[in-house]
């Protein structure tokens, strides 16, 4: 037992990276109870599938905009600043959040300015985190299963906050959620505080940004295997992610439930993920070629049992499913980027993975409340994870091709 552990949080053993993982899991549940809350909130208050799709929107579509000129200053400044910058202001929105709750004022048009607010804060957060990844472990021996513990880290948040929140709303309502929330930022930035990074050297702080950003492209773009990754993430992105959206939906008019249930759906999908990272940190040799496709497809197929699924416990094994396969298959394609890139495009790289990501996603936030006003969730929710299938076996078909490129890269 005691080499399974060593294997699986081997990681762990880079001080830097130790504190980030306890400091951002802290608050990563209080982000799980916000979004939670804050998605319950607009469906409780409107009764409007349209208006979450919106309020998704709102939230995502920073980082399809500001992304890619995100990922040129991540290779320029220092990344432990930077998070420490975008983690503070994250934290003020939160508080904002929680007073205009707390004190009845708050309208859907706040929420969705402060979630605009959030996703261009984040647009420079997420690729800088993910990035700043390999300066914590100091080297690529231990990425894999440093990006596979990061993932497990957000996933055993989302196993807690929704729980939490499920139960908070229901006893006192919203608002302590987003006041929450802001309070655990304080763990996330006290840890970057207390790291001990080198500073990097980059001989670009006074280039110019465009420039720089159309070498990022044809880089990213030029190479088969980091092209093929990054559109069949933006294919997943927006046509299987829209689950999250319509969730309050199933919650409470499919499935019969409450907020509580909300909490329990999305704490499976948290349980499916964690088992899947903890199953990429279990591996050495990772196979990658093979098992983005397999995961992908695995996604796309329990969309599709989830949305036939009437009886609530199917539903919470089919989401178990949902968990895993997505988590698998997007940790798989951050490590496989993450191991083929040059160290001094990692921030332009990972800001396209951010964008086909994060960016693609209130894209098919709006897709997906369109389609459900008109043919339901479940219909919506089916022909996303047929869409995921599909994505999975052309990526299948094209593996040949990118296994051999991808050796001679990595």
Known sequence: ?????????????????????????????????????????????????????IVG?????????????????????????????????????????????????????????????????????????????????????ALGNAIALNSLMFNLARLIGPSIAGILIALVGEGICFFINGVTFLAVIASLFAMRIAVRKTGRQNGHILSELKEGVRYTFGFAPIRMIILLVGVISVMGMSYVLLMPIFAKDILAGGPHTLGFLMASVGIGACLGTLYLASKKEFGLGRIIPISSALFGAGLIAFSLSRVLWLSFSFLLVIGFGFMVEMASCNTALQTIVD????????????????????????????????????????????????ASIAFWIRLPLLSSRWKGRS
């Open 1 to 53: 037992m005691s080499n399974l552990n060593t294997s699986i949080f081997r990681a762990l053993r880079y001080r830097n990276f130790r504190l980030f993982f306890f400091g951002q899991g802290v608050s990563l549940v209080g982000t799980w109870m916000q979004q939670i809350a804050m998605s319950w909130f607009v469906y409780r208050l409107t009764g409007s599938v349209l208006l979450l799709g």
């Open 57 to 141: 929107f709102s939230n995502q579509i920073p980082h399809f905009a500001l992304s890619p000129f995100a990922g040129v200053l991540t290779d320029r400044w220092d990344r432990r600043r930077i998070l420490i910058i975008t983690q503070t202001l994250s934290m003020a929105q939160a508080f904002i959040l929680a007073y205009l709750t707390l004190a009845g004022t708050v309208k859907v048009w706040h929420v969705i300015t402060l979630g605009i607010m959030l996703g261009c804060v984040n647009s420079l957060d997420t690729p800088t985190r993910q990035a700043f990844i390999i300066d914590m472990i100091e080297g690529k021996a």
């Open 343 to 390: 160290d001094d495009k990692r921030g332009r790289v990972m800001s396209f993975f951010t964008m086909a990501f994060l960016g693609m996603a209130p894209v098919g936030s709006l897709i997906a409340g369109a389609l459900a006003s008109r043919i339901g969730a479940p219909n919506t929710l089916m022909i996303g994870g047929v869409s995921c299938i599909a």
